[in-house]
């Protein structure tokens, strides 16, 4: 599952990936980010009125609409295979679909030699920017905008390193997602057309993992550096 993602390219090569047009989101300058968590204040893009697309942001864990509490079940995922189905999350599914910017993500396997878990950062070739394809919400009980990411199961490449993946929608499915008038029948064939087939992926320091505990330190440009393999 996606757990950790990176945003280290500047907005403005992002930004060519959406129609943006108010000022305030094309001349966003956001600092890089190497290891964003659950929880974090992430941007997203929907839909907008006139037919471009607009930039919104929100916490990385999904609070459905009718929530009276934040959840305390882990909603920073949403399964495909019954997100049309999920109480949680078929009613963003219908009407409140986004994308979440990113040129990165991170996922771990087990070390065989001392049990700890090892990060990999994975990638588009040449750190491409993508967008994952998400669902959002706004919880007017709690005044909380939220979003979450679609994942699959995996297919070559990334199934040499876990069984799940997050879906990186291909560019021209983009509108189709994101129009609240999109069929709800279609959508799940919009999501198989991903771009993840062509994924690449190495290894990288363990200073990942500690993101949750002491963000600051850990969310600079060494999490993507890849480590000399044995």
């Known amino acids: 599952m996606?757990?950790?993602?990176t945003r280290y390219l500047?907005?403005?090569e992002i930004h060519r990936l959406y129609r943006l047009t108010a000022p305030a989101e094309v001349g966003?300058?956001?600092a890089p980010r190497y290891n964003i968590a659950p929880t974090d204040e992430v941007p997203f893009i929907t839909a907008a009125d006139d037919g471009n697309h607009r930039l919104r942001t929100g916490r990385w864990w999904l609070v459905p609409f009718w929530a009276k509490e934040m959840p305390k079940g882990t909603m920073f995922n949403a399964r495909i295979e019954?997100?049309?189905?999920?109480?949680?999350?078929?009613?963003?599914?219908?009407?409140?679909?986004?994308?979440?910017p990113a040129d990165g993500y991170y996922e771990w396997t087990i070390s065989p030699a001392d049990g700890k878990k090892d990060p990999w950062?994975?990638?588009?070739?040449g750190h491409a920017p993508f967008s994952f394809a998400g669902l959002w919400a706004y919880n007017s009980n709690l005044d909380v905008t939220s979003c979450t990411i679609i994942t699959e199961p995996t297919a070559a490449p990334i199934n040499q390193i876990h069984d799940r993946q997050p879906i990186m929608l291909d560019p021209a499915y983009y509108d189709a997602w994101l129009d609240p008038k999109t069929p709800a029948d279609d959508l799940k064939e919009i999501l198989s057309h991903d771009i993840d087939g062509s994924l690449q992926f190495y290894r990288v320091g363990r200073e990942v993992n500690a993101a949750a505990i002491n963000k600051q330190p850990n969310d600079n440009a060494r999490m993507i550096e890849p480590i000399a393999l044995l």
């Not at 996606?2 to 993602?5: I, P, Q």
Request: glycine share 6%.
């Open 10 to 12: 500047t907005w403005s």
């Open 82 to 100: 019954g997100v049309d189905t999920t109480p949680a999350f078929r009613d963003a599914f219908k009407s409140k679909r986004c994308l979440i």
């Open 121 to 125: 950062h994975i990638f588009q070739p």
């Open 28 to 30: 966003r300058n956001d």
């Open 2 to 5: 996606c757990g950790r993602y």
